[in-house]
Each structure stands twice: as C-alpha cells, then as structure tokens.
C-alpha cells in the first residue's frame, strides 16, 4: 500500500519572484492607463492581489512585503491621469492599502503553508533503503519508466 506524499515544490528564489511579479504589475499598470479609465480602482487593486498572492504561493515570504508595496504604488498610482505619478487620491490609496495588505495576509499564510508542507516527511525515503528491492520500491513507476526509456534511446545499441 502505497502512503501518501504531499506535494512538494521548491519555493522561487525571492529575486526571481520580485522581477516576474514587478513586471506583471507594470502590465496591469499600463493596461489601465492604456484603458483610460474603463478599468475602476477597485479592479487594478484586485489584479495587483492577484499578483501578490501567486507571488507568495510560490515563492519565499521575504518577498511578498516588497511586492505588496510595489503593488500598492501600481493600484494607487494608475486608475486616474497622471498616470504612473505617486500622487494618488486618499479614496483609491486607502482600498489599495486594504485590498493589497489582505493579499500580503493571504499570501504570506500560502507561503508558509507550502513551506510547512515541504518540511513534512512521509514515505520511504533513499536513506532507508538498504537493500536493491528497498531501492526499487522508493522510486515510483514514473521514474522507473523514463529511466528505462531514456536508457534505451541513450545509450548504443
């Protein structure tokens, strides 16, 4: 009986999550400047959210602090002309400081989840093994199938 294994991914490193994530909010900036006011405070604040949470899903909680302050410059800086200047009105710079500080909230938890979910260990580890039908049973049928695959494509005839 096979036990369960949670799913475990490394987190992005936080100078990758910062540079996808400030320019996924450059492009939400200038898609409402581009909109010329189609596109309400309230929804830039949102997508700005959006960005911040994925960004704290997969990457490290160090990051999120810096991406939700850059959010919220980009949520509060591009609903109304000038656009892109950090002068933005009291009404969409306080729903953007409550929008993006539950993001970071959000994010931050997702963060750590991750994190906690990846310290858990379960399952038959290589360090268990100690014999070749040990080893075999640690490796899942996936892996065992692309290595016979690879092996055979791989190496000569």
Do not use: K, N
């Amino acid at each position: 009986m096979a036990r369960w294994q949670p799913l475990t991914w490394p987190g992005v490193p936080a100078y990758l999550a910062l540079g996808i994530g400030t320019s996924l909010l450059l492009c939400i900036g200038a898609t409402a400047a581009a909109l010329h006011g189609r596109m309400s405070g309230g929804d830039v604040a949102v997508a700005c959210a959006v960005v911040v949470v994925a960004a704290g899903v997969a990457s490290t909680p160090a990051a999120i602090v810096a991406l939700s302050l850059i959010g919220w410059m980009t949520a509060a800086s591009f609903v109304r002309p000038p656009y892109g200047a950090l002068h933005p009105t009291p009404g969409q710079a306080e729903l953007s400081a409550v929008v993006l500080a539950g993001a970071a909230t959000a994010g931050t938890v997702a963060s750590f989840a991750r994190l906690r979910l990846a310290r858990r260990r379960s399952g038959t580890t290589l360090v268990d093994v100690g014999r070749l039908t040990g080893l075999v049973s640690a490796v899942d049928v996936r892996r065992r199938v692309l290595g016979l695959v690879l092996a055979a494509v791989l190496l000569p005839a």
